[in-house]
């Protein structure tokens, strides 16, 4: 079963303190995306990728950075983590094709910064 | 830019009711997904779309896709609480990538 897989379900950090979370997908996958999701305001596209060392900013990459170093693995970084980054973040792969079959999330990884 | 709609985006209906949730976007696009979250959980995939015209039914969820309109409905069929959930629309707008709606929250209740 194909499976995109972030690193922590949990997580609570120090305001300040240099944030990394993980996420890997086993499908081949060209594009990979990181959201952020907060009661009340949907899923908000922090930034994604279209293949390796690429990497394209969404609607509130504020605040945050990315890595691909590798095809399978997209990682968001939380420069100096603030309480306002408190969230649900969420991992997504698909393929770059037309007539795509949609994302496959990951479980999501509930950050609290305190 | 492209723009997707939801609604309603809360629903509250008794069990053994029929319903339909309306996803409108604003660009052409023949592309669509329909996605539900379960509270605390991440997104799965429940549809996909992929032409005119296209329906795909599972269990008593049915989604339709009207390209030429720019519309999807998802309609719900005899209700029960397992499908309580909030249902999603994504909209497929450049090789891969999806706008999301804002989404529907369902609850049925007895």
């Known amino acids: 079963d194909v499976k995109v897989t972030q690193s922590s379900r949990y997580l609570v950090k120090r305001t300040g303190e240099k944030v990394f979370l993980e996420c890997v997908q086993d499908?081949?996958?060209?594009?990979m995306f990181w959201y952020r999701q907060d009661p009340g305001l949907g899923l908000r596209l922090i930034y994604f990728?279209?293949?390796?060392?690429?990497?394209e900013k969404g609607d509130i990459p504020e605040g945050y950075s990315v890595s691909r170093e590798k095809k399978e693995r997209f990682s968001l970084i939380l420069e100096s983590a603030s309480t306002n980054q408190t969230s649900m973040y969420l991992c997504?792969?698909?393929?770059?094709?037309?007539?795509?079959?949609?994302?496959?999330f990951g479980s999501g990884t509930r950050l609290t910064v305190v | 830019e492209l723009k997707v709609e939801q609604n309603p985006l809360f629903l509250s209906m008794q069990e053994g009711k029929n319903y339909t949730i309306y996803c409108n976007y604003s660009?052409?696009?023949?592309?669509l997904y329909w996605y539900r979250q379960d509270p605390g959980k991440s997104l799965e995939s429940l549809f996909v779309?992929?032409?005119?015209?296209a329906v795909k039914q599972e269990g008593r969820l049915m989604a339709s896709l009207d390209t030429k309109a720019r519309l999807s409905t998802l309609h719900i069929t005899a209700a029960v609480h397992d499908l309580s959930a909030t249902y999603f629309c994504?909209?497929?707008?450049?090789?891969?990538?999806?706008?999301f709606g804002d989404g529907t929250t369902l609850t049925v209740k007895p």
């Open positions: 997504a792969s698909s393929l770059a094709v037309v007539g795509g079959h949609g994302y496959t």
């Open positions: 779309l992929l032409s005119n015209g």
């Open positions: 499908m081949d996958h060209e594009n």
């Open positions: 994504a909209v497929d707008t450049n090789a891969g990538k999806s706008t």
């Open positions: 990728s279209y293949d390796v060392k690429m990497k």
């Open positions: 660009t052409t696009s023949d592309r």
